[in-house]
Structures are given as C-alpha cells and as structure tokens.
C-alpha cells in the first residue's frame, strides 16, 4: 500500500484546511485508515481514524472540529479540519493499519496554524 497526503498549508486560526490521502496498491485486509500528527519535540499522536466499516475515533482535542471520512471508490480519505487552532501545528501523516498486514506510512504534509 502507498500513501500519499496532501492538503496542507498555513492558515489563521479559526480557518480550514482539508487534508487527502490517496492510496494505490492493494488495499485488501486493511482494516483502520487514520490520520496522526506530529509537532516539534512531541510524539506523534493519534488524530482521527475510520475503519473498514465506517466506524471512526478522534483525539479529544480535535472531537468537534475534525471530522474524517473516507471515498472508497477513490480509495482516498479525507481529514476536513475546521475552527483550527495555533496549537494544531504539526505535521499530519495518514496512516494505513491491517491486522495482518500491519502499518502502512506516507509521507506527511505540514499544517501550520498561525494566530
């Protein structure tokens, strides 16, 4: 599986950005598509994640304002981020998980949040 994400950029705060991660490639028994971050000096985190079936999780800090969704005649998920905040800066990386077949990492596009 490949990834690759796109969308970022810098915008004021309470502004939106929508991020896109197109895969190519198998992706048969990949179970979780997600989105996680990752700021200077921190780990990276979690952001949001759909499953196969639909059923999707968010950060608390981001519950509300981030919604993720998925195409899958495109193959493409979506991280819509809305009300965005200085302290979302980071960078966003989508993430392809299988129970089996494990993770799968693109490369990640920056979002910078400036107040």
């Known amino acids: 599986v490949q990834l690759q994400a796109s969308g970022g950029g810098l915008v004021q705060a309470g502004g939106s950005l929508r991020l896109s991660c197109s895969t190519s490639?198998?992706?048969?028994?990949?179970?979780?598509m997600g989105w996680y971050r990752q700021s200077p000096g921190q780990q990276r985190e979690l952001v949001a994640s759909?499953?196969?079936?639909?059923?999707?999780n968010y950060a608390d800090s981001v519950k509300g304002r981030f919604t993720i969704s998925r195409d899958n005649a495109k193959n493409t998920v979506y991280l819509q981020m809305n009300s965005l905040k200085p302290e979302d800066t980071a960078v966003y990386y989508c993430?392809?998980?299988?129970?089996?077949?494990?993770?799968?990492w693109g490369k990640g596009t920056l979002v910078t949040v400036s107040s």
């Open positions: 993430n392809a998980y299988g129970i089996v077949r494990g993770n799968y």
């Open positions: 490639g198998s992706i048969f028994s990949i179970n979780v």
């Open positions: 759909i499953t196969s079936s639909g059923n999707t």
